[in-house]
DNA sequence: TTTTATTGATTGAACGTTCAATAAAAAAAT
DNA sequence: ATTTTTTTATTGAACGTTCAATCAATAAAA
C-alpha cells in the first residue's frame, strides 16, 4: 500500500521490530527475515531504508540511548529543588524510567552494550552516552564535595545504576524497578551522608 | 603428532583459543575456524572434542565461572578472621582477581552474559553462579543486621560488583582493578556504618 | 500516466558439521 | 633392535544450510 511519507513510519516500525525480535529470541538469532516479519513487510525493505541490517541496528541503538538520555531530561527540567541531591536523584529516576526498564528495551540495551565492545560505531555510541551520565553526576557531586570524592561517589553510582540494570536484563522476572530505585537513592543517600561526617581511614585498600 | 592422553590437554588449548578468539573479534564473529587457527589445530577437531561449537563455548563459560568461584574460596579459606567484614572482603577480592579481571576472560564473560538471556544451558550457569554469589553475601550480612537489610546489602552489593566489571569490560584500558576494589570496599563500609548508626527515614520511595 | 513504495525469488558468501583418508605413536612380533 | 601391526589422534575437502543483499517486477497512490 504504498502512500507517500512512508519513511518515518517504517522506519519507527522496523526499529521497535527490531527490539522485539532481540527480545525475542536474541542478537545473535535475529535474521533481517524475522525483523520483517515482525513488522509485516518484506526483507528488502530494510536494505532500502537503512542501507543494510547493520544500519537498523545502529538506528534502533541509537533510539534506545536517545530514550534514555530523554527520560533522564524530563525529570531533571521538571525539578523544582536545584539541589545536587535532586538532579541526582532525577538521573537515577530517569535510567530506572519504565519504558526503558521493562520490555524488550532491557535486553535490547544489555545484547548492544555486548556487542559494543567489538563494533566500533556502537562503542562510539556507548562511549558518548556513559561521558554524559558520569560528567553530570560528577558535576553535581562536585558542588558538596572534592573533586577527588565527587569522582569515586560519580564511577561509583554508575556501577550501581549499570549493575542494577544488567541483573535486571537477566532475570526471567525482568527487573523490579521498585526495588532498584531503592537501592540506588539508598546508596545516594550514604554517599551524602558519609561525606557529611568523614569516617576515621579505612581505605588502606589501593 | 598423535600422542596418548591428548584430551585433557586439546581441551584446555580449545577453551583457551576460545577466550582469546572472543576477547579478539567477539562472540558473533567467533568461528570454529578462527578458534581452530588460534590453537594451531584443524576445525574438525572441535566437534571431535566437544561435540560441535555450542559445546565448546558451553565449556568456557563453565571454566570461567570455576575459576571465578575458585578465586573467591581460596581467598575465603585462607582468612584468619572469622568477621562477616573479613568474608565479605575476601567475596570482594575474589571477584576482582587479576586473572579474571585482566585480559580475554572479561570480555568472555560479558559476551557470555548477554548471551544467556536466550540460551538455556548457559542460563542455567549463570544462576547457579549468581545465587551462590547472593546467598553467601546473604548469610554474612545476616550476621550483623536483620534479614530485610541483609537482604538489601546483598542485592546491592552484588550489583555494584557486576556494575563494575561490566564498565570494566567496556573500557578500552579494561578495568582498573585497584579503583574497583576501593569502591567495593567504600561501599562495604558505608553498608556496614549506615548499619551502625541508623539515620532518620529517608527511605520513602519503594 | 507518472511517481513512489514494496515485494520476493535469486545470488553468492560464510558457516558448522561430517567423514574417509592420513599420519604418528604405541604395542606386538620377529 | 628392527619390523610389522594396531591403535589413536588429526586433518581438510565436501556438503548442506543459512543469511544478507540485490534488483527486476509489481502494485498502489498521485
Redesign the pocket.
Known amino acids: 500500500?504504498?502512500?507517500?511519507?512512508?519513511?518515518p513510519?517504517?522506519r519507527q516500525q522496523l526499529i521497535n521490530a527490531t527490539m522485539a525480535a532481540i527480545d525475542e529470541v536474541g542478537l545473535a538469532?535475529?535474521?533481517?527475515?524475522?525483523i520483517?516479519r515482525h513488522a509485516?513487510?518484506?526483507?528488502?525493505?530494510?536494505?532500502?531504508?537503512f542501507?543494510?541490517?547493520?544500519g537498523l541496528l545502529e538506528a534502533t541503538m541509537r533510539q534506545i540511548l536517545t530514550d534514555l538520555s530523554g527520560a533522564v531530561a524530563v525529570r531533571r527540567n521538571a525539578l523544582e529543588d536545584d539541589s545536587p541531591r535532586a538532579h541526582i536523584g532525577a538521573i537515577i529516576e530517569g535510567n530506572f524510567d519504565r519504558t526503558q526498564v521493562t520490555g524488550p528495551a532491557a535486553k535490547t540495551w544489555l545484547a548492544f552494550w555486548a556487542s559494543s565492545m567489538h563494533k566500533p560505531m556502537l562503542q562510539r555510541l556507548q562511549n558518548v552516552n556513559d561521558r554524559r551520565l558520569y560528567s553530570n553526576l560528577c558535576h553535581q557531586f562536585r558542588r558538596v564535595m572534592p573533586r577527588a570524592e565527587a569522582r569515586n561517589a560519580a564511577r561509583g553510582l554508575a556501577a550501581m545504576i549499570d549493575g542494577l540494570w544488567l541483573r535486571g536484563a537477566l532475570t526471567p522476572e525482568g527487573l523490579d524497578a521498585a526495588e532498584a530505585r531503592f537501592l540506588a537513592h539508598t546508596y545516594l543517600d550514604q554517599l551524602f551522608a558519609h561525606y557529611g561526617c568523614p569516617k576515621t581511614e579505612s581505605n588502606t585498600y589501593s
Do not use: F, L, N
Request: aromatic residues 4%.
Open positions: 500500500m504504498p502512500k507517500v511519507g512512508m519513511e513510519i517504517r538469532e535475529t535474521t533481517v527475515m524475522r520483517a509485516g513487510v518484506s526483507a528488502g525493505i530494510i536494505s532500502h531504508y542501507g543494510g541490517k547493520d
